[in-house]
């Protein structure tokens, strides 16, 4: 109480001059003394030598007692900080360079750590996230069929499983399923005339909610009561597109949506935090009971017990472990299992001794975009942290030449009896707000940066950003940003501040640090050469990505994307079934084909480079097959009439599919080069059959036409085309078997191709007009044309090219910033000598070599020691360069070429100006 | 020449308290040259230091003081101890007088007088 008392006390009498008060103490005090002592008999002026000194010393009374009366520590800290903001302003220069390198560095470093802990770090906002698990090791999409999966894991689940984990396993206190990936809906608020939106949903179960610890932001959430086969229909909205789509509009709860025309009443709002089971794009923005799948989705995957679309994730019990957990579920597993034994099919009975699962920690949920983007994170956190080491060594290097310019001034006043801990803490003091200073700059730099790379990599049709991801650093990474520049401050403030205080002044004043420079400038050129080295491998690494992506971006695709435009429609959920499908087609056909300025239209299930296309095997009549382990796997779309020429994708031999090749007529394919070649090596394919499946009652199909090899999926994209064919969207296959038709889903034709005249234009709404004329309830999904479709499947490694670039530049500017400061600073050390040598005979080129001879040297060292980097750069980069060569010599040279040459301008600069100085100029100085 | 004892660490912040406490409102000279008078000039006060303890009682509120004239008609800072000052030099003497014994008997205690 006393303590705090004081405190207070003292803070109020902060920077409150009261020196009257205790020179009048001290003076009364003396006159008593004084007084007292003429008493005693002591002539006046003895009686005040003897009470002065029977005082003390006043000065440290004095000292004492404003020590006492506030708070010394902030009064220090705050002339402090004066003095050193003084001492900035007036060098704008190496003030406004050091916040400016801080701040790229730290920007840079906190924009990709900010993007690493959302993706990587961070848990979902749910309750207690420790306490949940999630089945599979990794994440895995979207439906696996049959009593087996990939390598023996069970990483998905059909609804019959689920039910018998969630009602078996008492280690957990809610175990709930969701659909792994999501659904396209096609959404209507019921009663309003625009168009049919597409949305993604998920199928989720009644104790999604519960299980995550989740509350409604309005409204309420779903219930296991939702969640049984005759409940109304009901549907939980994302905060996100409650705010975006309807404006926050608290009459959406409540309301009737057509979710693919069934109608569903929205009953809450999810809370703003909550993204769902995983950080994805497009993230949901409709959860559905499970229960609802059959309801709107002509599939019925909720009840085929033997299909595994479900992702699992249980809150455990109190005092359960994830192991006994897990060693029970596979027991349970296995029982499932064994009560299907008479659906399996021999190879499944076969595989059933290694079926088994894992859990794993469900806090992040399910990690697709750790998955996916760990590798990429991984280098830019790498380059960034290179670029923070270069950023501090070149602070380190201005700090250094700063404090040797200051080198007299601070022997001054250690001459003049300074303490150096007062010293080095003025400078600390000024490192420390420099970095300050640099770190806010780097925070906002970060903040635009994350924002501005979320919108490059995940932008959202309402031109946000379409992922789960905030730009503003979060708590931790703001720890992280002051850290940084916190610890960088006082890294590279300590070490000049210590050296500084380290000369002698006696020597300081006397040699005017001639002695000293010497010892100084070996930190200097180790730091120069660093850079060099660091910037090298920077680059170099920028230069290996800009190639890679242009070798993939300047490949021949095997097709024509200029001018074309393709147009996202979803006939699934806008309820078209089997039959329905062929007029609409025709309709879509002739509608759009009418709009002036289309010269071809075509229909396809995927269009090339859309990143999907259906998987399937190849089996020839006549050809005994080569080998065991002969891979028979192949790809495949279907096309409308007319798709070949509207892609400009040539058929070499044979015809295209036309619209001579109906239901009737018999089955036809056109296939792809390089399918021709593994399948009919050395004959001619035209006329030849094949089958799409081993068993040979399925349907056969012959090859009418071999049209040019050209790119269909992005992970194809660095790799030689596979096997790939075509069928004509307007023939059915039945199975002979159990005569239902195969692959009906290939026929819901999502993509739409557009070749206009060269020179027409064509708008979206024009588009979107059609097509809502046809059928309002048919949502478009997207529009865009075949480039930015081709552009967007680089975008990833554009993105990654250009950051590193960006780096790369920016660390030989750095660099060349250092080695110029390097050279200035040797070059004005040796004024004396260069005019010596001057008025021995020396020529300016003499004097402008000796200077570059210096500087170049330290590069040399660091492209030396730069080189073997780049070349174990190239090593691990690895794939990321999709296949192109990572020792390019091309690379490497333009990269030492573009240091060497920096690094000589700056160079030169210094150095000119020291060969123009005069003789006489130079032996005058000091 | 005799040696004279250091005030002991916290003590003369005691010493300082009773003085008030006794003598009633008293200025700086008067308080250092009494802690001398009791001490029988033993004890010597390095007098500056007292002014920064004065500070710190006040600022922790066991004084109070006000401008006023000595009996030489001199302006002087007169400090008075307050009701916490007062609670506190009660707090302390015991306190104090506690410790004092126990080191009194700690060290007239003979060999065997708790065996």
Known sequence: MRTLRRFLSRVLSFQRSDEQRITTEIEAHLAEQTAENIRNGLSPQEARRQAVLKFGSIESTREAWRDQRSLPFFETLLADTRLALHRLRNAPAFTFTTILTLALGIGATTSIFTLVYAVLIKSLAVAKPEELLRLGKEPSCCYFGGYTQVDGEFSLVSYDLYQHFRDNTKGFSELAAFQAGGTDLAVRRAGHSEPAQSENGEFVSGNYFRMFGVNAYAGRVLTPA???????????????????????????????FNLNQKPFTIVGIAP??????????PAP?????????????????????????????????????????????????????RSHWGEMQPYERAEFPRQTLYLRAGGAGITYMRRDYEHWLNILMTVTALVLLIACANIANLMLVRSLGERRQISLSMALGARPSRLIRQTLTETILLSLLGGSAGLALAYAGTSLI?????????????????????????????????LTGIAFGLAPAWMATRIDPIEALRGVGRATARTASLPRKALVIVQAALSLLLLSTAGLLTAALHRLEHQDLGFNPAHRIVVNVNPRVAGYKGDQLAPLYQRI???????PGIAGIALCTYSPLANNAWGSGVWTLDHSEPSANFDHSAYWTRISAGYFDVLGMPVLRGRGITRQDTAASPLVAVVNQTLARRFFPNEDPIGKYFRRDEDPSSPVYQIVGVARDAHYLQFEIARPIG???????????????????????SHYLGDIVLLPHSGAHISKSQIRHAI???????????????EEQVSAVFRNQRLIARLTSFFGLLSLLLAAIGLYGVTAYNATQRTSEIGLRMALGADRKQILQLVLRGALA???????IGLPLSLAAGRFLGAQLYGANPYNPAVIAISIAALALSATLAALLPALRASSISPLDALRTE | MKDKTDVLQGTLALMVLKTLDVLGPLHGYGIARRIEQISGDLLSVNQGTLYPLLLKLEQEGSIASEWGASENNRKARFYSLTRAGRKQLHAETQGWQQTASIIDRFLTAKAGDFS
């Open chain 1, 772 to 786: 809502s004329s046809i059928d309002p309830n048919l949502p478009v999904t997207a529009i865009q044309t075949l």
């Open chain 1, 285 to 337: 923005d409709f959860f559905l009971p499970l229960n609802t799948e059959p309801y709107i989705e002509p599939d019925n995957d909720l009840n085929n017990y033997a299909l595994h679309w479900l992702d699992l994730i249980g809150r455990m019990r109190p005092g359960a472990t994830p192991l006994a957990i897990e060693a029970q579920m596979r027991v349970e597993l296995k029982q499932w299992l």
């Open chain 1, 272 to 281: 703003p935090a909550f993204y769902g089971d995983a950080l994805r794009n």
């Open chain 1, 858 to 864: 330290l590069i040399g060292i660091g492209l030396a």
């Open chain 1, 454 to 486: 979320l919108r490059f990599v995940f932008p959202s049709s309402t031109g946000g950003i379409a992922v789960a991801v905030s730009p503003s650093p979060s708590l931790p990474v703001l720890a992280f940003a002051c850290a940084v520049s916190l």
């Open chain 1, 723 to 745: 096997p790939f064919f075509f069928l004509s969207d307007t023939q059915h296959e039945f199975s002979k078997s159990s005569n239902t038709e195969i692959s009906p889903g």
């Open chain 1, 226 to 256: 939702d969640d049984q086969p005759h409940a109304a229909p009901v549907a939980v909205i994302s905060y996100r597109l409650w705010a975006e789509r309807y404006g926050s509009d608290p009459s959406v709860i409540g309301a009737v």
């Open chain 1, 589 to 595: 056909h002739d509608s759009l084909g009418a709009l």
